[in-house]
């Protein structure tokens, strides 16, 4: 079975989390060895960061807040993601750096080019075949949010920036991009990402 690396994308409060979870639960009844993961986080320096990057006590600056998503992620991808693909299974992600691109790159002004390349430097290839783009209207992601993190917290100014972005990149990359509209409820949700995943592999 080939290896697979699939992530799971979208503005703050569209389902990333719990459809990544469940998209792997599916897979793994169906006999896929998967590996979760989530960014930032999913090792002990990608946790520690995390504190930092959605803590709403730390400020750090933009390029700051740029470099500490790529040092955890290059961290997950040599520990963790990129063992797992040479293993051949296939690593479902809650982000990836297409959020970077989204989030930084657009979001804060800094330039989806220039954080790509940062990544790219950091990542040393270990990149997701797969986007699954969870679509959903920011201000309705925003409503759905349990608990607000740094960065959602600073509105939906951002939020819509940040969704300008992703459907500038899916559009962008449609052989790496898969939209699923994220308001459909969870089992729909879940149905297409499944769907649309099978289609692909």
Not at 104 to 115: N, S
Not at 125 to 135: A, E, F, Y
Not at 188 to 193: A, D, Q, T
Request: with cysteine; proline share 3%.
């Amino acid at each position: 079975m080939m290896s697979r690396y699939v992530a799971f994308e979208g503005v703050d409060g569209a389902g990333k989390s719990t459809i990544a979870r469940l998209v792997t639960d599916r897979l793994m009844e169906i006999g896929h060895h998967v590996v979760h993961v989530r960014e930032p986080g999913g090792t002990r320096t990608g946790e520690a960061v995390r504190e930092i990057l959605l803590g709403t006590e730390s400020q750090p600056g933009l390029w700051a807040e740029a470099l500490l998503f790529a040092a955890a992620r290059s961290q997950l991808a040599a520990e963790i993601i990129g063992p797992a693909l040479e293993a051949d299974k296939t690593v479902v992600s809650d982000r990836c750096v297409y959020s970077s691109l989204a989030y930084q790159g657009a979001g804060r002004g800094l330039g989806i080019d220039d954080v790509r390349k940062v990544n790219e430097a950091g990542l040393l290839g270990v990149w997701p075949d797969t986007v699954v783009l969870l679509r959903v209207a920011p201000q309705r992601g925003l409503a759905r949010e349990d608990a607000a993190d740094r960065i959602s917290i600073e509105g939906l100014e951002l939020q819509e920036s940040v969704a300008a972005a992703y459907d500038q990149l899916a559009a962008a990359e449609p052989e790496r991009f898969v939209v699923v509209e994220a308001d459909l409820g969870v089992d729909e949700v879940v149905r297409l990402s499944l769907k649309a995943l099978g289609e692909r592999w």
